[in-house]
């Protein structure tokens, strides 16, 4: 109260120097002892932080309470920390309790980054003030609260796909490849990969299983496996692939290394299938019957399991085609799934030409489905069409009489009992002194059944020959 009325007198007690005559007038207006405008401020105390982000490499950040006005008493605040980064894992502070001294305005405290090899991006830090304590009512001001956010030093992880081997055996002891996905770093979330198949081997069992075709790498892990498993079957499908790639990679910030890929290649247990050739018979004859024709049987060397396609060729001495020397039903047999031959049939056909032994080679000219079947080395079967006409001429009659002095002749005709394949001569003999005839005849494809007239005549002389 004394320094209240000390300050009064001041201000109402003035000395002007200098001045000339005159009144100064001062309005001056003085709070109440007891309102809110005469009270002292209390002590109050706020958070501050040195930065927002805090580097994971070696990063520190300065954790800052201060006082709004020096107090007689120490005073205590306590802290809180909470968000997504966790303490002593991804962070340490280096006291969660800070006293200011009597007479001091501030204290701080240090944040300190803990490096790993995760991928934990932006992972943050809340300060919050939980407890003051000290003298003259310090409190917090109002709520106190600061977020700090720590930088990750890693890169985003990369996802690779690796294979224990490149092939395998289909019937082998442990007919099993195993597929490994991995991180370069870890991450904070589980992290789902999905792999696609193709190539030309069949998932699902038939020819190999996927044991799973999507794989979860867990948080903090950086890598999984699956197996992928041949399926032993009795078909030749050698050197069949399987190419594996990654599809999708969710779940965290793991992305693809690039386009992972990895061809694997089955190796089959079974020989190649083979196309071999056989005939029922080596010669058949000219002559229409059920023992004029042969079968022409493809047997393969296992059963396949799609049909396979066995095409002919044919060649020789003998013309194919009704009305020449021979037909066959089909140039192209084919064997059933499953079977192991199949056959046509090669019919002769009958002629009248005398044509001798002809000839009717068989091969095959390509093998086709199945399980990549072959022709087995070269295969060529022969089978010989035995004529059965045979060459002869027919004459109207065997004798004939004539008159010496020419004046009765006789004649009789000739043919031939089989068609020949070139031009057939005919040459006559006798003793042309005493009958005249011609010389030759001619017979040909075109008129070998066409009677040729042979005429005699008697030649007159002086000798007594009788008849």
């Known amino acids: 109260m004394k320094s209240l009325l000390i300050l009064l007198s001041l201000l109402f007690t003035l000395v002007l120097s200098g001045c000339k005559e005159g009144t100064i007038v001062y309005d001056i207006e003085f709070p109440r002892a007891d309102s809110p405008e005469a ?50 894992r991804d962070y340490r502070i280096d006291s969660t309790t800070l006293q200011i001294p009597a007479g001091s305005l501030s204290a701080s405290t240090t944040l300190r980054s803990i490096d790993d090899s995760t991928d934990d991006d932006a992972e943050t830090i809340i300060l919050d003030i939980v407890s003051v304590s000290g003298g003259e009512g310090v409190a917090e001001a109002g709520t106190q609260q600061d977020i700090v956010t720590i930088t990750d030093d890693e890169g985003t992880p990369a996802v690779t796909l690796s294979t224990s081997a490149s092939s395998f055996t289909e019937n082998a002891a442990d007919p099993a490849i195993t597929l490994t996905l991995s991180m370069t770093i870890a991450s904070t979330d589980n992290t789902t990969i999905q792999l696609s198949t ?20 867990p948080a903090g892990s950086t890598s999984m496996t699956t197996t992928i498993l041949t399926n032993d079957d009795p078909y030749y499908d050698d050197g069949e692939t399987i190419i594996v790639e990654i599809s999708s990679v969710s779940g965290s910030t793991a992305a693809e290394s690039g386009n992972q890929s990895e061809t694997i290649t089955i190796n089959d247990d079974e020989a190649q299938p083979t196309v071999s050739l056989m005939v029922g018979a080596d010669n058949i004859t000219e002559a229409t019957g059920t023992g004029d024709n042969t ?7 296992y059963a396949n399991s799609s049909a396979v ?18 037909t066959i039903d089909n140039t192209t047999i084919e064997i059933p799934a499953g079977s192991l031959n199949a056959n046509t049939t090669l019919r002769s056909q009958d002629d009248l030409i005398d044509d001798d032994a002809e000839s009717i080679i068989i091969d095959i000219s390509s093998v086709s489905g199945g399980d990549s079947a072959a022709e087995n080395a070269i295969q060529q079967k022969t089978v010989t069409i035995i004529d059965n006409d045979t060459a002869s001429i027919s004459l109207s009659k065997n004798t004939a009489t004539v008159s010496e002095n020419g004046t009765i002749a006789d004649s009789f005709s000739v043919m031939l009992t089989s068609e020949p394949i070139s031009t057939v001569t005919l040459t006559l003999s006798g003793d042309t002194t005493e009958v005249q005839y011609p010389s030759s005849l001619s017979f040909g494809p075109g008129n070998w059944s066409t009677l040729q007239v042979v005429t005699l005549t008697g030649v007159d002389d002086n000798v007594s020959d009788d008849n």
């Open 39 to 88: 009270q002292p401020i209390p002590p109050v105390v706020s958070l501050q932080t040195s930065s927002s982000n805090l580097a994971e490499n070696a990063g520190t950040v300065l954790v800052n309470i201060t006082l709004n006005k020096t107090i007689s008493s120490t005073t205590t605040v306590t802290l809180s920390l909470s968000g997504s980064a966790t303490l002593n």
């Open 309 to 326: 396609l066995v095409s002919l060729s044919l060649s020789g001495s003998a013309t194919q085609g009704i009305g020449n020397d021979y």
């Open 295 to 301: 079968t022409v049987t493809a047997t393969l060397s």
């Open 198 to 217: 193709s190539g030309t081997a069949t998932g699902g069992g038939t020819d190999y299983s996927l044991t799973n075709r999507t794989l979860v790498i």
